[in-house]
Nanobody
């Protein structure tokens, strides 16, 4: 079993920054990828950013140039640095880990006020 614990969500003004963290624990063997999804009220969950074992990254078009995903392998931790936040970034952000199957965190709320 894999556990994911997210932190860093907060209320911030537009233009501000936040850094989300996600620490994985449990039966960690060989992580294929880690990433972040988000879900805004009334909308489908969407992939925001992903980083693979080979350090290949993906970003949704809506966050390119503003968000940066990184990881710290020794701590099995992934980060999402979010800059120039916009009200439309408001959502619950979920950490995911892919290792055979897909594991999800509980989510952390990010609220951006205008």
């Amino acid at each position: 079993q894999v556990q994911l614990v997210e932190s860093g969500g907060d209320l911030v003004q537009a233009g501000g920054s936040l850094r989300l963290s996600c620490a994985a624990s449990g039966s960690i063997f060989r992580i294929d990828a880690m990433g972040w999804y988000r879900q805004a009220p009334g909308k489908q969950r969407e992939l925001v950013a992903r980083i693979t074992r080979g350090d290949s990254t993906y970003y949704a078009d809506s966050v390119k140039g503003r968000f940066t995903i990184s990881r710290e392998n020794a701590k099995n931790t992934v980060y999402l640095q979010m800059n120039n936040l916009k009200p439309e970034d408001t959502a619950v952000y979920y950490c995911v880990l892919v290792q055979g199957g897909t594991f999800w965190g509980q989510g952390t709320q990010v609220t951006v006020s205008s």
